[in-house]
């Protein structure tokens, strides 16, 4: 068992930040919002639109429509699977 002090477990974390890319990500995305004319009115959508991720998307309605287009996928791969049997039958 190895004991980790406090001070290094942050140094571990620190370099896993840095190694990873994250530290420089945002720095980017702080730079960006420092550098804004006006500020936004909600800097944590800002910070997550500059990052990539969507924001105002309703997530429940996306799993509901995956599931419906799931289930015609398996309805249409059903049909198709007759029609062949159907045509290799004549």
């Known amino acids: 068992m190895s004991y980790q002090t406090p001070e290094s477990k942050k140094e571990e974390f620190r370099t896993y930040l840095e190694k990873s890319g994250v530290i420089d990500a945002l720095t980017k995305v702080l730079v960006g919002l420092y550098e804004e004319p006006e500020r936004p009115g909600n800097a944590v959508d800002y910070l997550k639109r500059y990052m990539g991720a969507p924001t105002g ?5 996306l799993k509901a429509e995956l599931e419906a287009l799931r289930a015609e996928n398996n309805e249409l ?11 290799a039958e004549r």
């Open 77 to 87: 791969k059903q049909t198709n699977a007759d029609l062949n049997r159907q045509l």
């Open 57 to 61: 998307v309703d997530v429940e309605a």
